[in-house]
């Protein structure tokens, strides 16, 4: 599949259909037993009891929507791609090359990003919230499935794919707009013939070089040469000014933390819940695979979210 026939067919919001029974073919939960329902029960009481709760999700809540995390065993990015490594801030900042290769992967996966929608972890946390027993939900993507489940009370600890930031003004633009930016900037490569592999499940597509080193990237719209950067923390890059004393203060205005799909394998995420650990208040954790917080944990339920999200939306649904 030539790149141009790749890019024509993003550029018209839609992926190309083989790629798409692709997309719904690959299953990115790592493997992992069913849970026992007897396992559940302390999970059950943890819940009913908590006047005001806090909960931090991850990668975990959105393998279930189709996007790949990072270190699932066999079915992580690092596990799928041999080669992947994620973009750094320094890199991002200083070379120009990178910044292309971003944009153009960007791009070309943007499509299968936003057609993403939300599973029943996300549906269920956002019916807590509107039942009052949340009171904030941190998580720790980028992808914005808590804002389209109807979440609100949210802190996005790593930012979200769905702004753009110019590093001089700090003008925010909407990631919408600025893909018709990139658009518009990158007509004359849809008369190239490129050769490149076949766009990932994931969205993301193997680049040659020649399709990045030619890939446009326009300058901040509002100051004219800011570097445009998306509004996520990058490896690398420190939290915004300010985050983590906000999560800080809402962890302390909470009676109870649930921790739902993250190994807390990111210092960002692990700190808040060592905190909370500090302060003496009740931890749970789901998660498939060992994480760095089950220590922290009063109990930890080795298993898929969505599972035991489901049977949770079940049996509390009237009982509160
Ligand atoms: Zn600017």
């Known amino acids: ?92 900042m200083k070379k120009e090359s990178t910044r292309k290769i971003y944009w153009a992967r960007s791009f070309a996966g943007w499509s299968y990003q936003t057609q993403r929608q939300p599973n029943v972890t996300h549906y269920t ?39 753009v930031r110019c590093m001089n003004c700090e003008n925010i633009l909407d990631r919408f707009k600025f893909q018709e930016m990139l658009r518009s900037a990158n007509i004359n490569l849809f008369n190239i013939d490129f050769e490149a592999t076949a766009l990932r499940p994931d969205g993301d597509v193997e680049l040659s070089k020649e399709v990045s080193s030619n890939f446009a990237v326009p300058p901040c719209p509002k100051c004219g040469s800011g570097i445009l950067k998306p509004n996520v923390v990058f490896y690398g890059e420190n939290l915004p000014k300010g985050r983590k004393e906000q999560v800080k203060r809402e962890i302390e205005k909470s009676d109870a933390i649930l921790v739902l799909g993250t190994t807390l394998h990111t210092r960002s995420g692990r700190d808040h819940i060592e905190h909370a650990h500090k302060q003496r208040m009740p931890i749970a954790l789901v998660n498939i695979g060992p994480s760095f917080g089950d220590n922290l944990a009063q109990f930890k339920i080795n298993a898929r979210c969505g599972e035991v999200m489901k049977f949770l939306s079940h049996e509390l649904n009237n009982n509160w």
Not at 38 to 55: D, W
Not at 132 to 159: A, F, M, P, W, Y
């Open 1 to 92: 599949m030539s790149w141009c026939r790749n890019l024509r067919q993003v550029t018209s919001q839609a992926l190309p259909s083989n790629t798409k029974k692709l997309a719904t073919m690959i299953n990115y939960v790592p493997k992992h037993e069913s849970v026992k329902r007897s396992e559940l029960a302390p999970l059950i009481e943890f819940i009913q009891s908590a006047r005001s709760l806090f909960v931090i999700t991850g990668a975990g809540v959105s393998t279930e929507s189709g996007l790949p995390d990072y270190r699932s065993e066999g079915t992580g990015l690092v596990a799928r791609r041999p080669n992947f490594k994620p973009t750094n801030y320094q890199d991002f």
């Open 125 to 163: 946390l956002a019916n807590w919230e509107d039942k009052g027993k949340i009171s904030c939900l941190v998580t720790q993507n980028v992808d914005r499935l808590h804002h389209k489940s109807g979440s609100k009370k949210i802190i996005e600890l790593h930012g979200t794919l769905f702004e």
